[in-house]
């Protein structure tokens, strides 16, 4: 064995180095690493295969072929894909004009309450820190009846009436501009907690610089901190719109039964059965039309989901 | 505005200042501040004075304005979240002490209050059955998704070949929503044509075939290694975090002490996990209890005493049966379960400055 380099820090450890000291490094078991690897790749990629499958092919097909193997044998369609799009393509449009305003809410009321709690310093700012944080916390199960009794008693659609006039309005947007407001409000505490641990890495230094050269604590935040938020603003986007895009617990308790027409995906994904009959290829389509925006930004930005989680 | 954009020229968000950072606690940042302000020449004595004027004299004034002026950026937030969060969950206890089932507002009677609703839950045998299927799913789901997130997180720490292709694979299942996961696992579990089944099948091992989700003894395992192979992923980005972060003196100094692989591992290594096991542990619980989507899709609003969990009980109990008084004081026992794990867990890391 080397001898050490004198006091690496981590940063400067290449993965070389690291490799010295890996457990797998002979040949032979290198070669059953791999094989390890590759076979967690299809544990984790089966039902996707599997599902993506199964939508190719004809109801009579997936009943006699094995599930995982492409339709070759004659089954193949297109037919669950039109249906499901056809279907779902409504609650699609819903999730989108849901999703969107209520992810950039969401994160901005996130950096800003971020930034008034961690560099602008006061005494008793941990008891609101804390609450904030604790906020991510709190199993949703124990606010669903409130939160249903008050989107009950509040008409939305006679409070905002003015609006339906308009072109392009429609009166189930009260419903979605419910769904909106809840989504922000329980989305404060994530993202306040993303942007909390970004602001703490800002230098103090920097902050105090401004503020001698005396800006105020408004311009501060608008011409400092707000610019260079611009990663964290990625993550904390990518996250809240997963989260939002895949929520399906508020849009059963806030939206009248089965939604009606403000129903968004996940919602009229979960009710799309073939009547009696379960037709598994429609609701494979299905699933993919579902998770088509959020496998795409995932795909796109993966990394940055990654460290956004890993945090 | 000069010194201004020397500092920010200087000071990118990506490096972070050692003594700010880490914010071990005020007193170091501060020192930190003082000694680069003394290194400078003009602009950092200043600094100096005007903190050391702040923490003496003026601090009453200086900290009630700022204060005053953080206000405007964390209260409107701050009322938002507290009203939904916290009133909510005040509203929703208050609900559990009526015996409200009616329509819009139950009537609100201090004389009429009473733990009623409580009682009849700890007197009901099936509030018993989803408790304790609540907490089966918790412990399992959670210790299962760490060791088999730790043993991924190692597996790709080997200084492997395309080791982002893997680790964006492992995460993927993470990124669907449950409706969406939910769906792909009924048809994995289907009794005839399913991919569980069929493999079993092909395999010559059809005796160990079975009805997954409809068979009650294999109902609640179903579900947990559905949810395992959907969050597993993310122990192992944490994990994987977590040991990128242990030196490599570490490893050395095991080997050289001629530890073996797994007494490296169980010794050196894994006792410096214990901040990653703990904040992964604490969220992946977050995820079980909110895995009443996937049961909700997979089941309907009754999964049977075998897989009942207390979300599910609570919905069914207020949403399906109008029980809005039970199904409240069932959602507060469940909020005092998350809350005896979470307490604990925010406590140590407000202990260790990490909050």
Known sequence: MSSPPANPTPEQQSRRERFRYAVVNADRSRVALYAVLAGLVAFYLAPLEAGLMTAFKTTDAFNRTIPFLPPITGGFTIEPWIIAFETLWNGFINSMLLAIPATILSAGLGSIAAYGLTTIDWKYQMPIVALFVAGIFIPYQAVLVPLSRLFAIVNTPELLSFLWGLPLMHEHYASIINLIVAHVAYGIPITFLLFRGYYQ???EEMIEAARLDGASVFSIYRNIVLPLSKPMFAVTLIYQFTQIWNDLLFALVILPSGGGAAAPITLALNSLTGGMITTFNTQMAGAFVAALPTLIVYVLFGEQFAKGVAS | MQRLKDVLRRIRPGEREPGRGLRADGGEVRDENRADGEA???GGATVTGERAESETGTRGSLLSSDFVQSLPFWLPPFLLMGFFVYGAIGWNFVISLTDFEGLLLPEYKLSAFDFEMYRQAFGDPSFWTAARNTFVLLVAFTGICLVFGLLLAILVDQDIRFEN??????LLPMSLSFVVTAKFWAWMYNAQYGIVNVTLRQLGLDFLTTQWISNPQTKLAAVIFALIWQFSGYAMVVYLAG?????????????VDGASTLKMYWRVILPQLRASTMGAAVVLMVFALKAFD???????????????????????EAFGSNNWAYGSAIAIVLFGMALAVVAPYLYSEYRRGEL
């Not at chain 2, 292709?165 to 492992?170: A, M």
């Not at chain 2, 040991?243 to 080997?255: Q, V």
């Not at chain 2, 309907?300 to 599910?312: E, F, M, Q, R």
Request: hydrophobic share 45%; charged share 20%; net charge positive.
């Open chain 2, 165 to 170: 292709t893997f680790r964006t694979i492992y």
């Open chain 2, 40 to 42: 400078r020449t003009d």
């Open chain 1, 201 to 203: 890495s800002f230098s």
């Open chain 2, 243 to 255: 040991l990128r972060a242990i030196p490599t003196e570490h490893y050395e100094a095991a080997r």
């Open chain 2, 294 to 316: 996937f049961l909700y899709v997979m089941f309907g609003n009754n999964p049977g005493p075998a897989a009942d969990i207390l979300a599910t009980m609570m919905f069914r």
